[in-house]
C-alpha cells in the first residue's frame, strides 16, 4: 500500500492528497512567516559544503552504548559493552582502518555525523562481509538486531529531475517514508505491507504539520 500526501505553496493554496484538504503554507512575503519563497534554489549551495570525515571508532562506539543504555537492563548493558569493546580493540579497529583507506580515495563522497552511529557500523559491517571475514560477535548481539528493526525508514532525493519517489519500508512492521522539499513544495510518499495501514499513519503525519502550522499562527492545536 502506497499513500501520498502533498503540502504547496502556490497562491491558489493547491494542495493533493488523501482528499483531505491542506492550507496553503505561505502566500507572502512577510519576514516573520514560518515558510518564505526563495529566489536561491533548493540545492544551490550543496556543492560548497564542507566534506566531512568519517568519526572515529570510539566516537561512534559511545554513541551506539549511549543510544543502547535507556533499552537494556542492566545484565543486557553488560554483556552489550563488552562486544563493543572487544570489538573496538580488535577486528573493528582493523576495518576502521581499512573504511579510512577507502574514504581517501573517494573524495565525492561524505560522511554525515552528528549524534548518529549506524552508518558507521553498517559500513564496517558491510566490509567484513566483503572480505570474507567471519561476522563480529557485537553484529550478532540481540541488542544490535533490536536497535536496527527501523519501524520508520525515510530518505529523501530532492532533485529538479526527480517528480516524485518512494522507499519501501525495511521491516514486516514498519513503514517506508518518501519525502521531497522543493522551491514551492513539500510532500511525502508512505509505504507499508499489509499488516499496517498506510494511510492512516498519512492521516496523523498531516495532522502533525496542521498542529504545527497553527502553532506557528499562534492557534490553538486542535484536538
Not at 36 to 47: A, G, K, L
Not at 182 to 202: M, P, T
Amino acid at each position: 500500500m502506497v499513500a501520498r500526501l502533498l503540502l504547496r505553496a502556490w497562491p491558489q493554496g493547491l494542495a493533493v492528497g488523501l482528499a483531505a484538504p491542506c492550507r496553503t503554507l505561505s502566500a507572502g512575503f512577510e519576514p516573520g512567516q514560518y515558510l518564505q519563497r526563495s529566489i536561491v534554489p533548493t540545492m544551490h549551495y550543496q556543492d560548497s559544503l564542507p566534506r566531512l570525515p568519517i568519526p572515529r571508532l570510539e566516537d561512534t562506539i559511545g554513541r551506539y552504548l549511549r543510544a543502547q543504555k535507556p533499552l537494556l537492563d542492566d545484565g543486557q548493558f553488560r554483556k552489550t559493552e563488552q562486544l563493543c569493546k572487544s570489538f573496538e580493540n580488535g577486528i573493528g579497529k582493523k576495518l576502521h582502518e581499512q573504511l579510512v583507506a577507502q574514504d581517501k580515495q573517494n573524495k565525492h563522497t561524505s560522511y554525515i555525523s552528528g549524534q548518529g552511529f549506524d552508518r558507521h557500523l553498517f559500513a564496517l559491517r558491510y566490509l567484513a562481509t566483503a572480505k570474507g571475514i567471519v561476522l563480529p560477535e557485537l553484529y550478532q548481539d540481540p541488542a544490535y538486531k533490536q536497535i536496527n528493526h527501523n519501524i520508520l525508514s525515510t530518505s529523501t532525493l530532492s532533485s529538479p529531475a526527480v517528480s516524485f519517489g518512494g522507499f519501501a519500508p525495511v521491516v514486516p512492521d514498519g513503514f517506508g517514508i518518501g519525502y521531497n522539499v522543493h522551491d514551492n513544495w513539500i510532500g511525502c510518499n508512505v509505504s507499508a505491507y499489509q499488516s499496517r495501514n498506510a494511510r492512516e499513519f498519512l492521516q496523523c503525519v498531516e495532522k502533525a504539520l496542521e498542529d504545527m502550522f497553527d502553532a506557528f499562527e499562534g492557534k490553538a492545536i486542535k484536538t
